[in-house]
C-alpha cells in the first residue's frame, strides 16, 4: 500500500537528517568515538514530530553502515504510524516514552517505556509513538541507511516551506 505520499515524507525527512551536521565525519564511523551531552548538535527534525531534534553520533544515516543519533521529543509528541527500512534499537534515556506497534494509531494499546528501557523493532513493523507531560530523549542505534516512512500522508507531520 505504498504511495507517492509515502516516498515524499520518507525522502523529505531523511533530507532533513541528513542536512544536519554531526559531530563526527562519516570516516570516523566505526572508529573510536567520545561524546558528552554538551558536545551534541542539535538540528530540528520537523518531519519525526513538531519540535522534535535530532543529534548524529556516528555515522551517516543515508549510507550502509552503523548509525547512531538521539532524538529528542518535546511534551504532547506524536509520531503518527510508521515503518523504517532497517531494524532499529531504541533506549530511553530520559522521560517516558509510549509506544506501541500495529497500523492503527490507539493511545491505549502502547505501553510507557522509562529511562533505561529498550526496544528492539524489526525492519518494516509498522509502529506508532508519543510523550505526554515531559520531553523525551531517545538513543537510536542501527545500520544505515535510517528512513521514515509514514503509512498514511495525512498522520505525517507537516512540511516545512
Not at 555515522?59 to 550502509?64: I, N, P, S, V
Not at 509502529?127 to 495525512?154: N, S
Request: hydrophobic share 40%.
Amino acid at each position: 500500500m505504498k504511495t507517492t505520499g509515502y516516498v515524499t515524507a520518507s525522502i523529505a525527512f531523511l533530507a532533513l537528517l541528513l542536512a544536519s551536521r554531526a559531530a563526527w565525519t562519516a570516516e570516523q564511523a566505526g572508529g573510536f568515538v567520545s561524546v558528552t551531552p554538551s558536545q551534541l548538535k542539535w538540528s530540528d527534525a520537523p518531519g519525526l514530530a513538531r519540535g522534535a531534534k535530532i543529534a548524529v553520533i556516528e555515522g551517516d544515516l543515508k549510507a550502509a553502515g552503523p548509525l547512531t543519533f538521539r532524538g529528542k521529543l518535546p511534551p504532547k509528541s506524536k509520531i503518527a504510524v510508521h515503518t523504517h527500512p532497517q531494524i532499529e534499537h531504541v533506549t530511553v534515556l530520559s522521560g517516558t516514552f509510549y509506544f506501541a506497534t500495529g497500523d492503527k494509531f490507539d493511545e491505549k494499546k502502547a505501553k510507557a517505556y522509562s529511562p533505561g528501557s529498550a526496544l528492539v523493532i524489526p525492519a518494516g513493523m509498522p509502529m506508532y509513538a508519543f510523550t505526554k507531560d515531559k520531553e523525551t530523549v531517545l538513543q537510536i542505534h542501527g545500520v544505515g541507511p535510517w528512513g521514515i516512512e509514514y503509512m498514511k500522508q495525512e498522520g505525517a507531520p507537516a512540511k516545512k516551506k
